[in-house]
């Protein structure tokens, strides 16, 4: 039981450069979740995916997209990556939207140059 | 606008003693709260939770306290254990809605 899997663990990118995070739960889980996680901020909600076939925008959104591909991944889309997105970046799922408690992956670190 | 904020980066505590990390918010209509732990290089875990309607939850060594007219709660951890060392992290919820998380403090406690 694996839990959240995310890979890569780490990332380098150039500006202009694109890549796709990936994301996977192996909990049965509805709901799936996508952070970032910047120096004296938080964790900040990118984009969400409450069931499968639905992804809304979280508080964050600009310069991302996210892809539902079934009940168990979730992938985040970086089409044209600025230095602005250098993050340690979580994915995140829950039992459905109503249940607080979200479990996390290992993070993916993402430096843009 | 930070809804929730964690005012103290760090805390440092004897092993044994009590820490006491603290949380406060801006938006009255956030009705649970929760502490996650984080260790280096892996993702937050959950800790406790509380819901508005209480003011106390407890869970072992761990108590949440909820002070709903100051908008403000804290984590007890009594006894402080070396393993305790982390960072933490208090969110916030609406029902159905986003969770909004502090930007943590981290805990070190020395043995």
């Known amino acids: 039981n694996a839990g959240v899997t995310q890979t890569p663990k780490f990332q380098v990118l150039k500006t202009g450069q694109s890549m796709t995070l990936q994301c996977a739960q192996d909990?049965?889980?509805?709901?799936m979740y996508w952070y970032r996680q910047d120096p004296g901020m938080g964790l900040r909600l990118i984009y969400y995916?409450?069931?499968?076939?639905?992804?809304d925008k979280g508080e964050v959104p600009n310069g991302y997209n996210v892809s539902r591909l079934n009940k168990r991944e979730f992938s985040l889309r970086l089409e044209s990556a600025a230095p602005s997105q250098t993050s340690v970046y979580f994915c995140a799922s829950s039992r459905d939207r109503v249940s607080y408690e979200q479990y996390f992956g290992p993070g993916t670190r993402l430096t843009v140059t | 606008d930070q809804q929730v904020k964690q005012n103290s980066p760090s805390l440092s505590v004897q092993e044994g003693r009590i820490s006491i990390l603290n949380c406060d918010y801006t938006?009255?209509?956030?009705?649970?709260f929760l502490w996650y732990k984080k260790y280096p290089a892996e993702g937050p875990t959950f800790l406790i939770s509380i819901s508005s309607i209480k003011d106390k939850n407890e869970d072992g060594r761990f108590t949440v306290f909820l002070n709903k007219s100051a908008k403000h709660l804290s984590l007890h951890i009594v006894p402080s254990q070396p393993g305790d060392s982390a960072v933490y992290f208090c969110?916030?919820?609406?029902?159905?809605?986003?969770?909004?998380f502090g930007a943590g403090t981290r805990l070190t406690v020395k043995p």
């Open positions: 969110a916030a919820s609406i029902y159905n809605n986003d969770m909004r």
């Open positions: 995916s409450a069931s499968e076939g639905t992804t």
């Open positions: 938006n009255s209509m956030f009705d649970y």
């Open positions: 909990m049965n889980h509805n709901s």
